[in-house]
């Protein structure tokens, strides 16, 4: 099968010309698209925002929690900052830590109280103490209800997405402790109890972040963690310092854990493990597994609006009129062959690698400082090879869309399909450093003059679909091209199969 002769043929019809002339410049675009957004999410880390808000949201006791940010300035912040998720929630666990203490002074003193009141034969001695350990438990349990409201302060600000189920557990804490002090009774005195039990139990969940296995090293907003490394640091916080094996320790500490998706979750894997630490262990990694598979969805459509975005500004900024290239292409054999080779010469017959691909969190660890050159040579070479290419791309002059010049040259002999479209000379700038106006004309027509002003309003009528145009192809990413444009360099490469050995037998 002679593969190159279909090859040649396929390339000189000029339809399929038209498209790799295309196809070859969204490809170069997209890289630069590509690069730029790398660039921007590896300075503002936005794939460690992602992971640790995922993960937030994954850790969530809340029913029905979602991967979404409360309002504009919370989305805001989170994606044009790049501040650490997690830097308050030491501040909060210690605030909590203290106010569950206090409630357990509290509780002990209202418990001594109460067993001492209730003695057949009180001396004077255990009647002065219990009366002092009255006055101490209602002045620990001030002392709870003053923490609480710090440690609830401090459990909003760390902004996590469990944040206030942790908040309404704290005044839980709070509101239990006050009525067994006032009321000493032993039902209330238990509820208090279990309350903070449950409060501890909540807040090592909430601190799950914070343990040294996810905290990334060199940087405190790690883009990536191990399904691995999760399980480990979930079952050591959820250890409660006993001497008994590890799995009982994790058994009791679900059980006090308050209602929700999470013990839920967890409760069902435990019931699953049927006693296996190891079998528990895989249902956690599983489980993160599965949730960072869909939040790499979610960073991928991100990534896909920032691509969108990003196309419309670079078509618009070097003005890559898709309409004007597919004529110019058309029109122009020559021209098409010449992009052809540049095809060639830059697209190989099989490359397993992507190109500029859209990663996600979990998925890769870049540093940071070998990314940022990287993404800069990236932009700068892909800028290159786009002004490089022989087509009308950044040029405001000479244009004409099927056939008709839209503007003619300074010399009235010559019109732009015609002749060399050297940019006309720009008037001077305007001496007035006030003068906005007269600087944004100058900056952005850079030619005052009616033929030039009506030239540019009938290219609007084009190129501003013309953009679109550009903009959504850009969108599509750099692999996308790339696998269409080594489609069709792989009929050079494609040869006719071997004959089978049966065959060969056969006709022998």
């Not at 650490?84 to 210690?94: I, S």
């Not at 209730?118 to 004077?124: E, F, Q, S």
């Not at 940087?219 to 250890?239: E, G, H, I, K, Q």
């Not at 027509?445 to 030239?455: A, F, P, V």
Request: net charge positive; proline share 7%; hydrophobic share 45%.
């Amino acid at each position: 099968m002679n593969t190159d002769g279909l090859y040649a043929t396929v390339t000189n019809i000029p339809v399929v010309g038209v498209a790799m002339g295309l196809m070859f410049t969204y490809l170069i675009t997209s890289l630069v698209s590509s690069a730029i957004k790398e660039a921007v999410a590896s300075v503002l880390e936005w794939r460690g925002t992602y992971l640790q808000h995922g993960i937030g949201v994954l850790l969530s006791n809340a029913p029905g929690s979602s991967f979404t940010w409360r309002n504009p300035r919370k989305w805001l912040a989170a994606h044009l900052t790049w501040m650490d998720l997690t830097r308050n929630v030491p501040g909060a666990v210690t605030a909590t830590t203290t106010a569950a203490d206090a409630a357990v002074r509290a509780i002990s003193a209202a418990k001594f109280a109460a067993a001492a009141a209730a003695a057949a034969n009180p001396t004077p001695a255990l009647t002065q103490a219990a009366t002092a350990a009255a006055t101490g438990a209602t002045d620990a349990a001030t002392a709870a209800a003053a923490d609480g409201a710090t440690a609830r302060g401090a459990i909003i600000k760390a902004r996590r997405p469990d944040s206030t189920a942790l908040a309404m557990v704290v005044a839980h804490v709070v509101d239990k402790t006050t009525a067994a002090v006032v009321s000493r009774a032993a039902a209330d005195l238990a509820d208090a109890e279990k309350a903070v039990a449950t409060a501890r139990a909540a807040l090592s969940v909430f601190s799950i972040q914070t343990h040294p296995l996810l905290k990334g090293t060199p940087t405190n907003l790690p883009s990536y963690v191990s399904a691995r490394d999760f399980a480990t640091a979930m079952l050591d916080m959820l250890r409660d310092s006993s001497a008994s094996p590890v799995f009982n320790q994790v058994v009791r500490t679900v059980d006090t854990l308050p209602d929700g998706d999470v013990k839920q979750i967890l409760s069902a894997f435990i019931a699953d493990a049927a006693g296996d630490p190891d079998r528990l262990r895989a249902r956690i990694e599983g489980w993160f597994d599965d949730a960072m598979d869909r939040l790499s969805g979610i960073y991928k459509r991100f990534a896909q609006h920032v691509l969108l975005t990003l196309g419309l500004v670079i078509a618009a900024t070097l003005n890559i009129d898709s309409v004007h290239m597919a004529i110019a292409l058309w029109n122009q054999p020559a021209l098409r062959a010449q992009i052809i080779a540049q095809v060639v010469a830059k697209v190989p017959v099989s490359n397993p690698k992507a190109v500029g691909g859209t990663q996600a969190p979990g998925t890769v660890t870049p540093v940071q400082s070998d990314a940022a050159q990287a993404n800069n040579a990236a932009v700068h070479d892909a800028i290159q090879q786009l002004q490089s290419l022989p087509l009308p791309i950044g040029r405001m002059y000479c244009a004409s869309f099927f056939g008709e010049p839209l503007q003619t040259m300074p010399n009235p002999n010559a019109s732009c399909p015609n002749a060399p479209c050297p940019n006309p000379p720009c008037p001077n700038a305007p001496t007035n450093p006030n003068n906005l106006r007269g600087w944004l004309t100058w900056a952005v027509s850079c030619q005052d003059t009616s033929t030039y002003r009506e030239g540019w309003t009938r290219w609007n009528r084009w190129t501003l679909l013309s953009w679109v145009i550009t903009g959504f192809a850009i969108s599509l990413g750099a692999p996308f091209w790339f696998g269409l444009l080594q489609n069709i360099m792989n009929l050079r490469g494609a040869r006719a199969p071997p004959q089978r050995s049966d065959a060969q037998a056969a006709s022998s």
